[in-house]
């Protein structure tokens, strides 16, 4: 018989080098996984999808420390705020179904609940804008957890609250939104929402491993929760599955929430009418468009468009990302309010798409007169003022702003350079008149053009001794899913929010802190004894009481 040789050489070449490249690329992957966790400290799951189908599973971490368990992939968890994409698709079945409309004002399901004179809609409860006061704002929430509500109980805990602001009028993320949405649900089904959940969802889609939360049953595989102090790692306050409800209360694994999120490309629960309502961001009343649209937010990644939600409550963080055009899905579930789970997905996505972050081992060497090509100031298209500059050898980025923080950047070649493992670029050029232009790259792209100005100063830090810094050491609560842990360690200071990197904070004076890796501003405030009772974070605008809880 014979054979053509340079055909099954020509097929066997190919083989061999789509094996390699599926070998590096599963390195890529494991190596940012690696930057992350640890084997023997509390873990993660995480798994990446491309055209509906696995190309890389990991199980990093311990599922229990106590009893030295390893993380396997099968393991589950608490989705926490991920739990909105599922209670905002219910919603739309019934949409679909025709037994309500997103415009209906939700005195028509729950009559007795009060509006002041508002009109509140289905709408507004989904996309975060109806002004009612988010019930994790409301008292010490560590201690309200710990205690068993029906779901009157829970909305009677939060309904006679004052708005925040009218309906329509603002983006302010709710998690008693979701809870009356849960309501809904229960109303038109005449059930649970824990009921409907399971029959509607998770038995026809076949996510055999995912719940209701319930700390009571056991749950094969379940991990156990894990938050971080300045002492180590412990467990995680308890919190009754009764609260977070529709706004956080299922629990999944990585494998059954690929078999969610197939549901939603393929249309198998909705329309993609109805999928476009929840993925392409919504309006305010003045007609401003803003990212989040129902239990899920738009998101671009190195250029592509997708959505994503996040999550976060005591002991777990979790992230999901959906790019569109590619077709990729990356799921990342965590036993830990710790380390940055968000990082991991969003890398794992890039490198997916062949477009990966830079990292430090990517970064070389170059000559003071390379760098010294790029000094200046430059203006960016959305107002931005960010000063170049050489110092000890190395080059620097300023942005102008309340804070003036000061990065070392790195160079990544002759005029393309890095902040430290944030996923942020420059890449730096000279225009036909010699002028200076840089592209600010993140997941968009903002172009600079050179402009005479001076630098202003940089903002000065103090050193405060451990004795006066420890008293700010503790947990500090934002709400259901955010928590700030302060530790300190000799003569420094530092902030992590659950499921994110832990960053130092500097002294301005004995209360007032700031940070360099974003522009921010701390002040610790004390009660008429003296002792730090919450701290009031100033950022974007914005100004957020944070109560000390631990």
């Given at each position: 018989?014979?054979?053509?040789?340079?055909?099954?050489?020509?097929?066997?070449?190919?083989?061999?080098?789509?094996?390699?490249?599926?070998?590096?690329?599963?390195?890529?992957?494991?190596?940012?996984?690696?930057?992350?966790?640890?084997?023997?400290?509390?873990?993660?799951?995480?798994?990446?999808?491309?055209?509906?189908?696995?190309?890389?599973?990991?199980?990093?971490?311990?599922?229990?420390?106590?009893?030295?368990?390893?993380?396997?992939?099968?393991?589950?968890?608490?989705?926490?705020?991920?739990?909105?994409?599922?209670?905002?698709?219910?919603?739309?079945?019934?949409?679909?179904?025709?037994?309500?409309?997103?415009?209906?004002?939700?005195?028509?399901?729950?009559?007795?609940?009060?509006?002041?004179?508002?009109?509140?809609?289905?709408?507004?409860?989904?996309?975060?804008?109806?002004?009612?006061?988010?019930?994790?704002?409301?008292?010490?929430?560590?201690?309200?957890?710990?205690?068993?509500?029906?779901?009157?109980?829970?909305?009677?805990?939060?309904?006679?609250?004052?708005?925040?602001?009218?309906p329509g009028e603002e983006f302010r993320y709710n998690n008693s939104g979701y809870i009356l949405l849960g309501k809904i649900i229960e109303v038109l089904s005449d059930d649970t929402y824990e009921n409907f959940i399971e029959k509607n969802i998770f038995k026809r889609l076949g996510m055999k491993s995912s719940s209701y939360g319930n700390n009571r049953e056991l749950v094969k595989n379940r991990v156990?929760?894990?938050?971080?102090?300045?002492?180590?790692?412990?467990?995680?306050?308890?919190?009754?599955?009764?609260?977070?409800?529709?706004?956080?209360?299922?629990?999944?694994?990585?494998?059954?929430?690929?078999?969610?999120?197939?549901?939603?490309t393929n249309n198998t629960l909705i329309k993609a009418a109805s999928l476009d309502k929840a993925i392409n961001g919504s309006e305010l009343n003045n007609g401003e468009h803003i990212t989040y649209g129902y239990g899920l937010g738009e998101m671009t990644l190195k250029g592509s468009k997708g959505y994503a939600h996040s999550g976060g409550i005591f002991g777990t963080s979790t992230n999901g990302i959906?790019?569109?055009?590619?077709?990729?899905?990356?799921?990342?579930?965590?036993?830990?309010?710790?380390?940055?789970?968000?990082?991991?997905?969003?890398?794992?996505?890039?490198?997916?798409?062949?477009?990966?972050?830079?990292?430090?081992?990517?970064?070389?060497?170059?000559?003071?007169?390379?760098?010294?090509?790029?000094?200046?100031?430059?203006?960016?298209?959305?107002?931005?003022?960010?000063?170049?500059?050489?110092?000890?050898?190395?080059?620097?980025?300023?942005?102008?702003?309340?804070?003036?923080?000061?990065?070392?950047?790195?160079?990544?070649?002759?005029?393309?350079?890095?902040?430290?493992?944030?996923?942020?670029?420059?890449?730096?050029?000279?225009?036909?008149?010699?002028?200076?232009?840089?592209?600010?790259?993140?997941?968009?792209?903002?172009?600079?053009?050179?402009?005479?100005?001076?630098?202003?100063?940089?903002?000065?830090?103090?050193?405060?001794?451990?004795?006066?810094?420890?008293?700010?050491?503790?947990?500090?609560?934002?709400?259901?899913?955010?928590?700030?842990?302060?530790?300190?360690?000799?003569?420094?200071?530092?902030?992590?929010?659950?499921?994110?990197?832990?960053?130092?904070?500097?002294?301005?004076?004995?209360?007032?802190?700031?940070?360099?890796?974003?522009?921010?501003?701390?002040?610790?405030?004390?009660?008429?004894?003296?002792?730090?009772?919450?701290?009031?974070?100033?950022?974007?605008?914005?100004?957020?009481?944070?109560?000390?809880?631990?």
């Amino acid at each position: 018989m014979k054979t053509n040789q340079p055909i099954t050489l020509l097929l066997l070449s190919f083989v061999f080098s789509i094996t390699i490249s599926a070998q590096n690329q599963t390195q890529q992957f494991d190596d940012i996984v690696s930057q992350y966790y640890n084997p023997d400290e509390p873990g993660a799951t995480v798994l990446v999808a491309k055209n509906g189908k696995t190309i890389y599973k990991k199980a990093i971490g311990k599922s229990n420390l106590e009893l030295d368990t390893d993380m396997v992939p099968e393991n589950v968890f608490m989705l926490a705020s991920i739990t909105k994409q599922f209670t905002a698709v219910a919603i739309l079945m019934l949409e679909e179904q025709g037994k309500l409309s997103l415009d209906d004002p939700i005195t028509k399901y729950i009559p007795d609940y009060p509006t002041n004179g508002k009109t509140i809609t289905v709408h507004h409860l989904l996309n975060h804008t109806s002004g009612i006061k988010s019930y994790t704002g409301i008292g010490n929430l560590v201690e309200v957890a710990r205690n068993d509500m029906t779901l009157d109980e829970l909305i009677d805990y939060f309904k006679n609250e004052p708005m925040d602001f009218d309906p329509g009028e603002e983006f302010r993320y709710n998690n008693s939104g979701y809870i009356l949405l849960g309501k809904i649900i229960e109303v038109l089904s005449d059930d649970t929402y824990e009921n409907f959940i399971e029959k509607n969802i998770f038995k026809r889609l076949g996510m055999k491993s995912s719940s209701y939360g319930n700390n009571r049953e056991l749950v094969k595989n379940r991990v156990n929760p894990y938050e971080q102090n300045e002492n180590g790692y412990v467990n995680a306050n308890y919190i009754s599955m009764t609260l977070p409800h529709a706004a956080g209360s299922l629990t999944s694994t990585i494998d059954d929430m690929l078999k969610w999120q197939k549901a939603l490309t393929n249309n198998t629960l909705i329309k993609a009418a109805s999928l476009d309502k929840a993925i392409n961001g919504s309006e305010l009343n003045n007609g401003e468009h803003i990212t989040y649209g129902y239990g899920l937010g738009e998101m671009t990644l190195k250029g592509s468009k997708g959505y994503a939600h996040s999550g976060g409550i005591f002991g777990t963080s979790t992230n999901g990302i959906y790019l569109i055009e590619e077709d990729v899905y990356v799921i990342g579930l965590s036993n830990c309010s710790c380390n940055d789970i968000g990082a991991v997905t969003r890398n794992l996505a890039a490198a997916a798409i062949g477009k990966p972050y830079p990292t430090m081992k990517d970064v070389i060497k170059l000559s003071e007169d390379n760098l010294k090509q790029w000094v200046g100031a430059y203006e960016f298209e959305d107002g931005a003022i960010r000063h170049i500059f050489l110092k000890d050898g190395k080059l620097n980025s300023m942005r102008e702003s309340e804070t003036n923080t000061i990065f070392e950047i790195f160079p990544l070649s002759e005029n393309r350079f890095m902040f430290e493992e944030s996923g942020i670029e420059y890449e730096f050029s000279k225009s036909a008149d010699g002028k200076r232009q840089v592209i600010f790259i993140t997941d968009t792209e903002n172009t600079g053009k050179e402009v005479d100005k001076a630098m202003p100063e940089a903002r000065k830090e103090i050193t405060l001794s451990n004795d006066i810094l420890s008293q700010y050491a503790g947990k500090y609560e934002l709400g259901l899913n955010f928590h700030v842990e302060v530790t300190v360690e000799g003569n420094q200071i530092f902030g992590q929010a659950n499921g994110q990197g832990k960053f130092e904070i500097f002294a301005e004076d004995e209360t007032t802190f700031f940070a360099k890796v974003t522009p921010l501003k701390v002040i610790f405030n004390k009660n008429t004894s003296g002792k730090v009772e919450s701290f009031t974070l100033y950022q974007g605008g914005q100004e957020t009481v944070a109560k000390k809880i631990e």
